[in-house]
């Protein structure tokens, strides 16, 4: 994998700073430490880091076509790219290299910017055309891979992998963008297409930008969406064996690669069905990393390990201390902005586990957002039950009132602890599962922040995000509805860069066969019970796993790769809570209520409630704050 950065003059062909292109380049040295390039022209400068993997000895960007006129810098794998580079040949380009690179560069001479309808993979890349003098950027349908921008002052619009080699631009500005803390704070991460930081954007998934020299408005536009158009009406037994035969292909064209690849085996369902596919893909034993967990709580290793056994790996495993926070000060560093989703370190292990043995690895990510392996899908589809019997009028006075009643009761047993529950069914569908995903509540941000603070924000509520995308998806049918929020917020905003800056921490590669683009669309095109059938959530991913995977990994409950974060609050890291929380850069930048910042740590750990989400959503926001924004 890699890392890309560029700078084009908006206005004019005047002299690109060599010196601070490089800067930007070398901010992103992890994500590429086999080589670096630059090329720079009048107007334009582009940089790459390459992570090499496929045609080692001539795949170096920034890469020309035959004159020199098309140059790429590009941050992915085109898995199609045999099949195009042979089209391509046949229309009369000729190829100077073996890599998938190449075929992007010449399938913008034959497509134009219709080229990126014909990639099968993950990517973001930049394309300057000089002959057209324009600058074309584009990202994955699904948005596996990173790309930020912005315009600056002076007239220039920057680009890059990650915000880190933005922030290496010396007149970049960092100010806050008020609403992107509302969001943070509600799910944890910033939601494309904006970041921590006004003015700086993600360009989101399945969205290209096209400039052209002189035009000073930026406009990203999409070019693919997920439909949810029914791809079969076959029965069960034969869909099963269809989606084997799809997975088994998107597999497959994932492990093309010239350098040492494996997987990652946490012994759920997915990985594991990686692995099985993978083992009979391949003539030699897999390479397979896992994470053993010292709590039993989060130890996954024993079911890790029978497959493992069952397939014949190489399989490698180490074990993390239940008190491992070494990391936290870290990740502020190496997410660029603030992200709340604790499981970075066990994340972060795995990578730095696997890139001791392989280059590239496999993992099961983005199963549970479309084929319903969440139990947050499996509560909001009961409570739409509800919701589709009783009148909103209703709900709302009555389930409000019980919300709002209701104590918290953190320590009981699941089927007592009902006040989310009813807060939820009082809410229309899309605020009711923006509800179940938030980290702290609208009442809790409520009182979180300061009255200032709330001043800026204008009554938003991040619940727009939810709404904003609602009103894209084009089906009405509820679980569809909550794969398609999921598949644009969570997948994007929170596991994709989890583990893309997890992994290129560690410079390793990391492939999603569950993201194969024409996989989804078929997937999705099922009828919503084979995904969630009663209770029984991957309903028919299991059923099509059941010939290759033992039944109790098949069907055990999902245990999730989290840490003890409640223990370590009051505990190891009770006084570090303490002097960050309730230091001076939290209150100075006048986001919060000081005073109940201080009541969540001292009901925490005493006991009263478990604030543990909270305490780390801000412990991350306050490492951001001074390794990051630094105010």
């Known amino acids: 994998m890699c890392g890309i950065v560029g700078i084009l003059d908006l206005t004019e062909t005047g002299e690109i700073d060599h010196d601070i292109l490089n800067q930007m380049n070398e901010a992103q040295f992890h994500r590429g430490p086999d080589a670096g390039g630059l090329h720079i022209e009048p107007g334009v400068g582009l940089g790459h880091r390459r992570l090499s993997i496929i045609d080692l000895s001539s795949g170096q960007q920034p890469m020309e076509n035959e004159d020199g006129s098309v140059i790429v810098t590009y941050n992915g794998e085109i898995y199609n790219f045999a099949a195009l580079s042979s089209e391509l040949k046949a229309a009369g380009h000729i190829f100077k290299t073996h890599s998938d690179t190449e075929v992007i560069v010449h399938a913008w001479e034959q497509w134009g910017v219709d080229c990126v309808q014909r990639f099968r993979g993950m990517f973001a890349f930049a394309i300057w055309d000089r002959n057209k003098r324009s600058l074309f950027l584009a990202r994955d349908r699904l948005g596996k891979k990173p790309l930020h921008y912005t315009t600056l002052e002076n007239g220039q619009f920057i680009f890059s ?25 509600a ?78 085996l946490s012994g759920g369902v997915d990985s594991s069905a990686v692995v099985a596919m993978m083992a009979r893909l391949s003539s030699d034993p ?37 008190d491992d926070f070494s990391l936290v000060d870290k990740l502020a560093s190496i997410y660029d902005e603030p992200y709340a989703d604790s499981s970075a370190i066990p994340t972060y292990r795995v990578c730095e586990l696997a890139r001791k043995r392989v280059t590239v690895a496999l993992s099961g990510d983005g199963a549970d957002e479309y084929f319903s392996g ?44 009902a006040k989310t529950t009813f807060q939820a069914i009082a809410r ?96 999705t095109g099922l009828a919503p019970n084979l995904k969630l059938h009663g ?48 230091g001076e850069s939290m209150e100075q930048c006048g986001f919060f209520n000081m005073g109940y910042i201080k009541k969540i740590i001292t009901d925490h750990q005493a006991g009263i409630r478990d604030y543990s989400s909270a305490i780390w959503t801000l412990l991350m926001f306050d490492a951001f704050t001074k390794n990051v924004w630094n105010p």
Not at 164 to 182: G, R, S
Not at 195 to 213: C, D, E, G, R, W
């Open 428 to 523: 229309d569908s899309v605020a009711s599962y923006f509800h179940t995903v938030s980290i702290l509540s609208d009442e809790m941000r409520q009182k979180l922040f300061s009255k200032e603070f709330k001043k800026t924000l204008k009554g938003y509520n991040a619940v727009e995000v939810f709404r904003r995308h609602a009103d894209s998806c084009p089906v009405n049918e509820p679980l569809s509805l909550i794969q398609y929020l999921d598949l644009k917020t969570y997948l994007v905003g929170d596991i994709h860069t989890k583990v893309d800056r997890a992994s290129m921490a560690n410079s390793l590669e990391v492939r999603a066969p569950f993201l194969d683009y024409e996989l989804v669309e078929w997937v």
């Open 535 to 582: 209770q029984e959530g991957k309903y028919i991913l299991k059923k099509a796993m059941e010939p290759y995977l033992p039944n109790d990994v098949l069907y055990r409950s999902k245990m999730g790769f989290a840490v003890p974060l409640a223990e370590w609050f009051r505990g190891p890291l009770k006084e570090k809570v303490k002097e960050s929380l309730l």
């Open 187 to 264: 799910l944890g991460y910033v939601p494309e297409p904006k970041t921590i930081f006004k003015n700086i954007y993600k360009l989101s998934p399945a969205h290209v930008i096209l400039i052209q020299q002189g035009q000073t408005d930026v406009q990203p536009t999409p070019y693919w969406d997920i439909t949810f158009a029914t791809t079969s009406q076959q029965t069960e037994q034969l869909i099963a064996e269809e989606l084997t035969t799809r997975f088994k292909d998107a597999v497959n064209i994932r492990m093309i690669s010239e350098v040492p690849l494996g997987a990652f």
């Open 161 to 185: 992998s990650e915000l880190k080699a933005l922030y290496a631009h010396p007149l970049l500005q960092k100010e806050i963008e008020p609403t992107a803390v509302e969001e943070y704070f």
């Open 374 to 417: 969440y139990r947050r899908h499996r509560w909001h589809m009961n409570e739409e039950k509800i919701r589709h019997l009783l009148p909103y009028a209703i709900r709302k006075s009555v389930f409000g009132v019980l919300g709002a009643i209701y104590p918290k009761l953190d320590w009981a047993p699941q089927f007592l602890r």
């Open 286 to 322: 897999v390479n397979t990393c896992s994470i053993a967990f010292a709590s039993k709580k989060f130890n996954e290793s024993e079911y890790a390990l029978k497959v493992a056994d069952q397939y014949k790996t190489n399989h490698f495993v180490e074990t993390i201390d239940p």
